[in-house]
């Protein structure tokens, strides 16, 4: 086995890879600072989404431990989307595309132990029996097994070209084999393999990260974090203002004019805001009520009102950061025809943890009222929400989506979303011929075929107005004028890289 001081050096030669960082706001700042100074200062970060499933990296949790810089799988997005060399340095596909030999590059767990193919078989295996399954594997079967000390092979039920992306996804993250030791369970502090590594946790308010200084991709110039989880927009705003967080994510649109506009950082994203239509149960099992509710809707209202221009009306399912999007993008075939809604009563949902969502519900509510709904709203925030938007509650939800989070793979997402198997189908959408479109797309190896295949699935979807697109969302951090080195990621999964600074 290679030595520590081997892996150390190579690590310092390479560049090094953004990962996102999370922790907690821990004692006094002041001291913190001086701890830190002689050795890269803390940062102070404020977080917009608390964990909801104690760090399991099988759900949501899992983005929240990605852009903390805590955990990584065995490739990442790269800024192209597709999938480049992390805790795996290159791999090959064999049996016809039905398994992968993944070589492992000499890296080391946060609790001292090496990464080894039966660890990482470990791990995988341990969410291909997750359930539910991650949303980077549903209606996927995935297996590994060990060949040799440094190779893995990882093996599908059919063919599978977008493996490589998949296993990007932070819910197919690595974590020691002492994280398992519990069934059901992954422990996640202290054995990930990421450049900070999440040491304390309080309750789903904060966290701390220390500097993980074995990290492969090269020592992190920070000493680590102190994060606090804190929904209110305008909360994290003001203490970006005051200059008691280093960084603040997702800032809200109301707050953008007031902050020092060197401070605020904003990019296009991949993400999306949708209203889903309720398609298994209640008013919108009626497609003409569907199309009534589609044509309600002045997507220009949200985009310049709500969003205050820091968005833009939506097209379809892929936005302005993917550029083939557009180009790509076909005709939905005949809809229905809208029917009068005649006063029917619905319910609509959405959570206020992005704190132009219940602003964009009283749109909503307004334009559908006025073409004859009845509606009335249900806010909350997320973690209150979730399972109930899951469990089909509610006849409408408005929900905002990162279309490519889940593996970078448009195919992926759509099988996720809009399948009858799919874990996060908000629409509860279960339609054959959708079926046998996302599992044609899933056959195409080749990136522009696997797009071209993508768009035919969008436009087959918004032909059964399940789901109405209102807005491409623009994503604005809030960065503190001494800070440096602070990826703006249209993918959401980094928030603090090795070279971040202050």
Same mark, same amino acid.
């Given at each position: 086995?290679?030595t520590?001081?081997?892996?150390?050096?190579?690590?310092l &030669?390479? #560049?090094?890879?953004?990962?996102g960082c999370?922790?907690s706001?821990?004692?006094?700042a002041?001291?913190?600072d001086a701890a830190?100074?002689?050795?890269?200062?803390?940062l102070?970060?404020a977080l917009?989404f608390?964990?909801?499933? =104690?760090?399991?990296?099988y759900?949501q949790?899992a983005f929240?431990?990605s852009?903390?810089?805590?955990s990584?799988?065995?490739t990442r997005?790269?800024? =192209?989307?597709t999938?480049?060399?992390a805790l795996a340095?290159?791999?090959?596909?064999?049996?016809h595309?039905r398994?992968w030999v993944?070589? &492992?590059?000499?890296?080391?767990?946060?609790?001292?132990?090496?990464? @080894?193919?039966q660890?990482?078989?470990t791990a &995988?295996d341990? !969410?291909?029996?997750a359930?539910p399954?991650?949303?980077?594997?549903?209606?996927?079967?995935?297996?590994?097994e060990?060949v040799?000390?440094?190779r893995?092979r990882?093996?599908?039920g059919?063919?599978?070209?977008?493996l490589p992306l998949?296993?990007? =996804?932070?819910?197919? $993250?690595?974590?020691?084999p002492?994280?398992?030791?519990?069934?059901g369970?992954?422990?996640v502090?202290g @054995? $990930?393999?990421?450049?900070?590594e999440?040491?304390s946790t309080?309750g789903?308010?904060?966290? *701390? +990260?220390?500097?993980?200084?074995?990290?492969?991709?090269?020592?992190?110039?920070?000493?680590?974090?102190?994060a606090r989880?804190v929904?209110d927009?305008?909360a994290?705003?003001?203490?970006?203002?005051?200059g008691?967080?280093?960084?603040?994510?997702?800032?809200?649109v109301?707050q953008?004019?007031?902050?020092?506009?060197?401070t605020v950082k904003?990019?296009d994203?991949?993400?999306?805001?949708?209203?889903?239509?309720?398609?298994?149960?209640g008013?919108?099992t009626?497609?003409g009520?569907r199309a009534a509710?589609r044509e309600?809707?002045?997507?220009?209202?949200? !985009?310049?009102?709500?969003?205050?221009g820091?968005?833009?009306? !939506?097209?379809?399912l892929?936005g302005?950061a993917?550029?083939w999007? *557009?180009d790509?993008?076909?005709?939905?075939?005949?809809?229905?025809?809208a029917?009068?809604?005649g006063?029917? *009563?619905? @319910?609509?949902?959405?959570?206020n943890d992005?704190?132009? +969502?219940p602003?964009?519900a009283?749109?909503?509510?307004?334009?559908l009222?006025k073409?004859?709904?009845?509606?009335?709203?249900?806010?909350?925030?997320?973690?209150?929400?979730?399972?109930d938007l899951l469990?089909?509650k509610?006849?409408?939800?408005?929900?905002?989506?990162?279309?490519?989070l889940?593996?970078?793979?448009?195919?992926?997402?759509?099988?996720?979303?809009y399948?009858?198997?799919g874990?996060y189908?908000?629409?509860f959408?279960?339609?054959?011929?959708?079926g046998e479109l996302?599992? !044609?797309?899933?056959?195409e190896s080749?990136?522009?075929?696997?797009q071209?295949a993508?768009?035919a699935v969008e436009?087959?979807v918004?032909?059964?107005d399940a789901?109405?697109?209102?807005?491409?969302?623009?994503?604005a #951090?809030?960065i503190?004028?001494?800070v440096?080195?602070?990826?703006?990621d249209?993918?959401?999964?980094?928030?603090v890289?090795t070279?971040?600074r202050?």
């Amino acid at each position: 086995m290679r030595t520590l001081r081997r892996r150390l050096t190579a690590g310092l &030669l390479l #560049t090094p890879l953004l990962s996102g960082c999370f922790a907690s706001s821990g004692g006094d700042a002041s001291s913190s600072d001086a701890a830190g100074s002689a050795d890269g200062a803390r940062l102070r970060v404020a977080l917009a989404f608390a964990p909801t499933e =104690n760090y399991s990296p099988y759900g949501q949790d899992a983005f929240t431990l990605s852009r903390l810089g805590v955990s990584e799988g065995l490739t990442r997005l790269d800024a =192209n989307g597709t999938a480049a060399p992390a805790l795996a340095e290159s791999w090959s596909s064999e049996n016809h595309g039905r398994s992968w030999v993944f070589t &492992l590059r000499d890296a080391e767990f946060q609790d001292g132990g090496a990464v @080894t193919a039966q660890a990482v078989a470990t791990a &995988l295996d341990a !969410a291909g029996r997750a359930d539910p399954a991650p949303s980077a594997i549903s209606g996927v079967r995935i297996t590994a097994e060990a060949v040799g000390t440094d190779r893995v092979r990882v093996s599908t039920g059919a063919p599978d070209p977008a493996l490589p992306l998949r296993l990007s =996804n932070p819910s197919l $993250a690595v974590f020691s084999p002492k994280a398992y030791a519990k069934k059901g369970t992954v422990d996640v502090v202290g @054995t $990930a393999t990421g450049p900070f590594e999440l040491t304390s946790t309080t309750g789903d308010t904060a966290a *701390s +990260l220390d500097r993980f200084d074995a990290y492969w991709g090269g020592r992190a110039q920070a000493s680590g974090i102190d994060a606090r989880f804190v929904s209110d927009g305008t909360a994290r705003a003001n203490a970006l203002r005051t200059g008691d967080v280093d960084i603040a994510e997702a800032l809200p649109v109301a707050q953008l004019a007031s902050l020092d506009k060197d401070t605020v950082k904003e990019a296009d994203t991949a993400r999306n805001l949708s209203l889903h239509l309720n398609t298994a149960s209640g008013a919108f099992t009626d497609a003409g009520l569907r199309a009534a509710a589609r044509e309600a809707i002045d997507t220009s209202v949200i !985009a310049e009102d709500v969003y205050e221009g820091h968005a833009e009306p !939506a097209e379809g399912l892929y936005g302005p950061a993917l550029n083939w999007a *557009s180009d790509k993008r076909v005709a939905p075939p005949g809809r229905a025809k809208a029917t009068a809604p005649g006063g029917r *009563s619905i @319910t609509l949902a959405t959570y206020n943890d992005r704190p132009e +969502l219940p602003e964009a519900a009283q749109v909503l509510q307004q334009q559908l009222q006025k073409a004859g709904f009845t509606v009335e709203l249900e806010v909350r925030t997320y973690a209150r929400l979730e399972s109930d938007l899951l469990a089909g509650k509610f006849d409408a939800s408005i929900v905002s989506r990162n279309m490519l989070l889940d593996t970078g793979d448009p195919v992926t997402v759509l099988g996720s979303d809009y399948t009858c198997g799919g874990s996060y189908n908000m629409s509860f959408l279960c339609d054959k011929d959708i079926g046998e479109l996302v599992a !044609a797309a899933r056959t195409e190896s080749d990136t522009a075929e696997r797009q071209d295949a993508s768009m035919a699935v969008e436009a087959a979807v918004l032909g059964t107005d399940a789901v109405v697109p209102l807005v491409h969302l623009k994503v604005a #951090t809030g960065i503190g004028t001494s800070v440096r080195g602070v990826p703006l990621d249209p993918y959401e999964r980094t928030l603090v890289g090795t070279g971040t600074r202050r």
